[in-house]
């Protein structure tokens, strides 16, 4: 997936906030909301299952 379509989906979602600063060159930056932070835990879930699927360890926290 294209960094351009995974923002413009997450942002969709509500998942991270845009921030525009008004400088040359034009700088964005991403910032993960109150709502994006709730599906951390499910998306760590689906990573684990994945990489079990692939017979990899999953990384130790």
Request: cysteine-free; proline content about 8%; overall charge positive.
């Amino acid at each position: 997936m294209a960094h351009k379509m995974l923002t413009s989906q997450l942002r969709e979602l509500g998942m991270v906030e845009q921030i525009i600063f008004r400088v040359a060159p034009p700088k964005v930056e991403y910032k993960i909301t109150a709502t994006g932070m709730l599906a951390i835990p499910v998306i760590g879930m689906i990573m684990k299952y994945g990489m079990e699927m692939m017979g990899v360890d999953p990384p130790a926290h």
